[in-house]
Every structure is written in structure tokens, then in C-alpha cells.
């Protein structure tokens, strides 16, 4: 059974940043891995994803984040990265990291096997 944790989340002011760390286990290094988040009262959404070939160069984002956010995986540390700035009130929901076995860090919710139980953020604005 692979497990995701989350960690991470906060209250901060509007254009603040945080990082978000996801510690998986299992084999990492063959994972795709996706962060999506849950806002109050919408859906779950796609907020970035990362490939588990070419060290992670692959990288897909939503476009409400785009230019804000950045993925990043290491590997060594079964870890992956979402590197929030300019963060906006909008930005605020509950985050969940995601496992896909050698996925390309898909947009696609269903891609992924595994989840874990999220991280909340919280941007005052």
C-alpha cells in the first residue's frame, strides 16, 4: 500500500508563499506524482503534476496557477514539492498529492492510484 502525507499548508497573507511537501512510500522514482486541491464547496481540481521520467522535467499546471506555482520532486527523498508565490485568496482549499505508477504527473484525476489526505491552505486576503 503506498502512503502519501502532506504537510505544509498554512494561513498566509495574500502574495505569500508556501511550500507544500508530499513524503510518499513505495518506489517514488517511478511514480508520476499531481497535486489537486479542493476549494470550500467545488469539486477537486488539478493544480500541477510531474513526471517520473527525466528526472521530472515534464510538468504540467493548471492555468489559475501558472507562473505562480512549481513542482519538484526529489526522489532521494521520496518527496514532492508544490512552491506556491503570489498566493491569492483564490488559492485557498485543501491540497492533495497523488501517485499515478509511471505516470506523467497527468491532469486527469482518475490517473491516480493513490492519495493522501490533504494539506490545508489558507490565503487572507
Known amino acids: 500500500q503506498v502512503q502519501l502525507v502532506e504537510s505544509g499548508g498554512g494561513l498566509v497573507q495574500a502574495g505569500g508563499s508556501l511550500r507544500l511537501s508530499c513524503s510518499a512510500s513505495g518506489p517514488f522514482n517511478t511514480y508520476g506524482m499531481g497535486w489537486f486541491r479542493r476549494a470550500p464547496g467545488k469539486e477537486r481540481e488539478f493544480v500541477a503534476g510531474i513526471s517520473w521520467i527525466d528526472n521530472g522535467t515534464t510538468k504540467n499546471y493548471a492555468d489559475s496557477v501558472k507562473g505562480r506555482c512549481s513542482i519538484s520532486r526529489d526522489n532521494a527523498k521520496n518527496t514532492v514539492y508544490l512552491q506556491m508565490d503570489s498566493l491569492k485568496p483564490e488559492d485557498t482549499a485543501m491540497y492533495y498529492c497523488?501517485?499515478?505508477?509511471?505516470?506523467?504527473?497527468?491532469?486527469?484525476?482518475?490517473?491516480?492510484?493513490?492519495w493522501g489526505q490533504g494539506t490545508q491552505v489558507t490565503v487572507r486576503g
Open positions: 497523488a501517485a499515478d505508477p509511471y505516470g506523467p504527473g497527468s491532469e486527469r484525476e482518475a490517473s491516480y492510484d493513490y
